[in-house]
């Protein structure tokens, strides 16, 4: 069973820039990053299928946010620019050994513990 440690929330005004860090224990095929902000449902914000070498991502992030990978150490980043009070939330790294409905959280079997991302005005 893998397990995912995810790192890098800050507070940033807004047009700043943070990268998200999620470390696997393990190769794990399809790995994203999603979001929920309080009162709002988990939203997906980014997918890599690693063995595909694909990226998806949510309209609202498209051109800003960029998602990338070190195969060898496992690890996925998410590199967040000109960022928004609405970027504001709780960001959870998120993985499956298939290949999955890239932002539908359904798909996706483990959870990092999440990182908060706080976007000033």
């Known amino acids: 069973q893998v397990q995912l440690v995810d790192s890098g929330g800050d507070s940033v005004q807004t047009g700043g820039s943070l990268r998200l860090t999620c470390v696997a224990s393990s190769y794990i095929n399809s790995m994203a990053w999603f979001r929920q902000a309080p009162g709002k449902e988990r939203e997906g914000v980014a997918c890599?299928?690693?063995?595909?070498?694909?990226?998806y991502y949510a309209d609202s992030v498209q051109g800003r946010f960029t998602i990338s990978q070190d195969s060898a150490k496992n690890t996925i980043y998410l590199q967040m620019n000109s960022l928004k009070p609405d970027d504001s939330a709780m960001y959870y790294c998120?993985?499956?050994?298939?290949?999955?409905?890239?932002?539908?959280?359904?798909?996706?079997?483990?959870w990092g513990q999440g990182t908060q991302v706080t976007v000033s005005s």
């Open positions: 890599l299928q690693r063995s595909l070498r694909r990226t």
């Open positions: 998120a993985a499956t050994y298939g290949i999955a409905s890239p932002l539908r959280s359904d798909d996706y079997d483990y």
